[in-house]
């Protein structure tokens, strides 16, 4: 029972759903008791457990399934500096899994309007579009679709397994950053099926321009994350 002290109740409620948590006495994706049990356990009113699940609910501990109950979240498989410029294959890596990739389609086409001004290239030529699902230890959690300009990675069909920031800088073309625009998505009727996500489970877009030393575009990416399996941060610093 949460004991008073001299911060509001929802508080404490926070804090104490949060220890269990971290002793293990929730698991993650296990549901919790109904409202009516956990504020009688708790000691408290359940407009202040509707306030500190509310609040929990932002925060992304708890995930609330409409006519289903509210679950302890999955902890994410990969979290990640957002500043920080790394492939999809180097994530997964990192969190000690072996990355693979399911090959959807993969085609050669005349470059249209938007992929002349995306690259600020009036003639780019032919365009290599790549349609991706990335998987770590066999599960699917990120869907990649990719446009590079043909005269930038000539031999792509022979080496079309290797990540595609290790093909470009084998061809000559190096990443030095790249201008992301973030955007969370709730299901997708397409996508979410391809990652098995679940309806609840929300998906974080990332769609990058990447750039060489010379200041040139040379990659254009649109990738979907599962939201339940990465998390990003950011360093934010005042000036």
């Known amino acids: 029972m949460i004991k008073s002290d001299q911060r509001p109740l ?3 409620v926070i ?3 949060k220890n269990d948590i971290e002793t293990g006495h929730y698991e993650p994706g296990q549901r919790l008791p109904s409202e009516f049990e956990l504020s009688r356990k708790l000691g408290v009113s359940r407009a202040t457990l509707r306030e500190a699940l509310r609040m929990l609910e932002d ?4 995930l ?3 006519g289903v109950g509210t679950f302890i979240s999955e902890k994410p498989m990969f979290t990640s500096g957002i500043e920080e410029l790394n492939s999809v294959t180097d994530m997964i890596k990192g969190s000690q899994m072996e990355p693979g990739t399911i090959f959807l389609s993969e085609s050669e086409a005349v ?5 002349c001004r995306i690259f600020k290239d009036k003639n780019p030529g032919e365009m290599i579009v790549i349609e991706r699902v990335r998987t770590a230890d066999g599960q699917p959690v990120v869907y990649c679709l990719d446009r590079i300009p043909k005269k930038l990675l ?3 069909s022979n080496r079309r397994e290797e990540s595609l920031f290790t093909q470009l800088e084998a061809s000559g073309t190096t990443i030095s950053y790249a201008h992301t625009q973030i955007e969370p998505v709730g299901y997708h009727e397409k996508i979410s099926g391809m990652l098995e996500c679940s309806p609840e489970t929300s998906l974080l877009t990332l769609k990058q ?3 060489d030393f010379q200041e040139r575009p040379v990659l254009y990416s649109m990738n979907y994350f599962r939201a339940d399996k990465f998390k990003f941060h950011v360093i934010r610093k005042r000036v």
Do not use: G
């Open 209 to 211: 321009m990447h750039y």
């Open 154 to 156: 000539p031999d792509y």
């Open 111 to 115: 470059a249209t309007e938007e992929d």
């Open 59 to 62: 925060e992304s501990v708890i």
């Open 15 to 17: 804090d104490r759903i």
């Open 64 to 66: 609330r399934r409409h």
């Open 10 to 12: 929802y508080l404490q």
